[in-house]
Every structure is written in structure tokens, then in C-alpha cells.
């Protein structure tokens, strides 16, 4: 049995921001979160053309912006015009998008926590992982608490452990596939973060068996979470921001 790190971050985080009360990855939705007692955020970061990190979940604009096609196809310069609230709601209407820089101030500012899921554009996985990882280095240098990294993308996490591998990784799962374990244990990960139906008081205990910490996403109803706390699961990231007391 592998002795865990100590494990700085909250159990609960809140979904890019505020889940969908507020348009998602923006410095409102963040804001949002913060009113509702939130001190840990998850965000998606990705790279514009010209090796920009900025905020966005999707590969395409269309969704969660007035812009069409690939973002990380376009310059930062085109990006940062683009209208990423109005989809949301008319409260919202000119919200733009933020680097990730944009996002640490903030978060620097307030004392509050960080998961940067690291969202690249496809082809893009080992750059947009170095990258990432660079920049959060720099924006967290002599921050006592820095930001955890998390990928569904196995060379995304390798990159960002070969350029900064002192800053902490998790690996994602949506399946609990053949040597997930030891695929997370090779990226030397400090957390596994599962569609929370994986987890079941076996896998829970592997996790914590080999060291690491186990987090679930996306968890917005109350016997889930009940659930997963009674599993000894270590954090939980959620949408309902207004349902869940991060004190609670």
C-alpha cells in the first residue's frame, strides 16, 4: 500500500464555474461560483493557433459563442471578440472568453483553487499539454497551493509532466479500461478522476491502495453525492452549484 501526499484541494469544486446557471469557462461563471461559497473551480484550457491558453470545452465555437468553426484553428486576436454569454442568456450577452491567465488573476486574487482540464484541440494533445503546463507554472510560481491538471488525453499529461512534472496530474476516465491503474500510475498521476457511476468501494480502494486520490464528475444530484461520500471518494465536481454547500 502506497503512502498518499498529503491533498490540499477542497471536496467540492465547482464545473466550469457554475455548471449552467452561468455561461460555462467565462470570468461570470467563476464569479458565480465564488457567490455561492465555491473556492475550487474546474476549467478547460486549450490552445488558439498562436499557442494562446484560453478557456473552452468544445473543439468548435458554435455552442458557447457567436463564432463558427475550430477555436484553436483561430488567433487569439479573433478570439478574444467573440461573444461566449449571449448563448447562455441576454444577462450574460458580451461575456468574452479568457485566457487562462485571465482566470488565474482571478483566482490568485481571491485565494481560490484550480482543476485546468486540459482540452486540446485533436492533434494538438502533446503541445496543448506542455503548453498548459508551462503557463500554470508561471501564473502559480510561489503560490502555496498550485493548480491540478487533468486530462482525458494520455499524451496531454505526458507533456505536462516531461516540461513541469513537480505540478500535480490527474488522469480522467469515462471507462474503467483495461490498465486504467497503471496508466495513471506510469503518468505518475496523484488522482483519478471517474464518471462517478465507475466508482464502487473496490475501485475507491485501488486508487487509495496505490497513492492517489479518487474524484468524480459530474455529480449534480444528492444521492449521488451521498453516495460517493460514504465511498470515502476524495472530491466531487458538480453543476449545482446552488444545490451543494461546499461546506457541507
Not at 239 to 244: A, G, N, Y
Amino acid at each position: 500500500m502506497a503512502e498518499r501526499s498529503p491533498w490540499p484541494y477542497p471536496r467540492w469544486v465547482a464545473h466550469r464555474g457554475a455548471g449552467k446557471l452561468a455561461p460555462e469557462n467565462t470570468l461570470a461563471a467563476f464569479r458565480f461560483g465564488a457567490a455561492h461559497g465555491y473556492r475550487m473551480f474546474e476549467c478547460d484550457a486549450k490552445l488558439s493557433a498562436d499557442g494562446v491558453p484560453f478557456l473552452m470545452h468544445d473543439a468548435t465555437l458554435d455552442r458557447t459563442t457567436n463564432g463558427r468553426g475550430i477555436g484553436g484553428e483561430q488567433p487569439w486576436s479573433a478570439l478574444s471578440q467573440l461573444d461566449a454569454g449571449g448563448w447562455h442568456s441576454r444577462a450574460f450577452a458580451g461575456e468574452p472568453l479568457p485566457t487562462l491567465e485571465n482566470l488565474a488573476r482571478f483566482c490568485l486574487a481571491n485565494d481560490y483553487l484550480l482543476n485546468i482540464e486540459i482540452k486540446p484541440t485533436p492533434g494538438t494533445e502533446r503541445e496543448t499539454g506542455e503548453v498548459v503546463a508551462r503557463e500554470a507554472a508561471r501564473l502559480w510560481q510561489g503560490a502555496a497551493i498550485p493548480p491540478l491538471l487533468t486530462s482525458f488525453q494520455v499524451e496531454s499529461l505526458r507533456g505536462a509532466a516531461a516540461v513541469q512534472p513537480e505540478l500535480p496530474r490527474g488522469l480522467l476516465l469515462d471507462s474503467l479500461r483495461k490498465g486504467w491503474l497503471e496508466a495513471a500510475l506510469d503518468l505518475g498521476c496523484q488522482a483519478v478522476v471517474c464518471n462517478h457511476a465507475l466508482w464502487d468501494a473496490g475501485t475507491v480502494a485501488q486508487v487509495h491502495d496505490a497513492g492517489m486520490r479518487s474524484l468524480s464528475y459530474t455529480v449534480n444530484d444528492d444521492w449521488a453525492a451521498q453516495r460517493l461520500i460514504a465511498l470515502g471518494t476524495d472530491g466531487i465536481i458538480t453543476d449545482r452549484v446552488d444545490l451543494f454547500s461546499p461546506a457541507g
